[in-house]
């Protein structure tokens, strides 16, 4: 005799045979997550000039949303009111980790003045590049790389930056003795 194999559907919680459950190629069982009544009940027709916001949830104009050449029908996921406010919302949480991370002071004289402190590398080697071989800007990373990043920074006062750049000029020897010592 052999047993019917059951999943749990995500919508209404029951466990149903896994012939209750559509094909879904991304999935690791290669089902979808809810079940086939769940799935007619979540269904909504849309009007043809409508789509569907995934971050508010709203069906809008197709006018609501900005243009994506590289999806299937030319236009963005996001409606243009949820990427105006999320894209804000992500800079302001960025800027707020950047300047927290400043205010742990220079490293090297305790200086706390954030207008004349600087995120620096404390190995280049690890530095986030792009594809190109530049390195990545730290405003124009993601939250989750920007934490990463920031794990192998210290904070240098512009004081300081200088002045090891000018005995990096002047003289190499005296700046690699310097660096011994830190």
């Known amino acids: 005799m052999s047993e019917h194999k059951k999943k749990l559907c995500y919508n209404c919680g029951l466990h149903k045979e896994?012939?209750?459950?559509a094909y879904a190629a991304r999935s690791k069982d290669k089902l979808r997550h809810h079940c086939h009544e769940c799935a007619l009940k979540e269904e909504r027709p849309l009007e043809v000039d409508q789509k569907r916001c995934p971050y508010c949830a709203k069906h809008l104009p197709k006018t609501n949303f900005g243009v994506n050449s590289r999806t299937r029908d030319g236009l963005k996921s996001i409606c243009k009111n949820c990427e105006k406010f999320g894209l804000a919302k992500v800079a302001?949480?960025?800027k707020k980790i950047l300047d927290d991370f400043k205010s742990q002071g220079c490293q090297i004289c305790g200086e706390k003045d954030i207008?004349?402190?600087?995120i620096d590398h404390k190995n280049r080697e690890t530095k986030s590049r792009t594809s190109g071989g530049k390195p990545i800007q730290l405003q124009?990373?993601?939250i989750s790389q920007l934490l990463r990043e920031l794990s192998?920074?210290?904070t240098?006062?512009?004081m300081y930056v200088e002045s090891i750049l000018k005995l990096l000029v002047f003289s190499f020897p005296s700046f690699l003795f310097i660096l011994c010592f830190l």
């Open 92 to 94: 302001k949480e960025k």
């Open 156 to 158: 240098l006062c512009i």
């Open 140 to 142: 124009h990373m993601k």
């Open 152 to 154: 192998d920074c210290w």
């Open 18 to 21: 896994i012939s209750n459950f």
């Open 115 to 118: 207008r004349v402190l600087e």
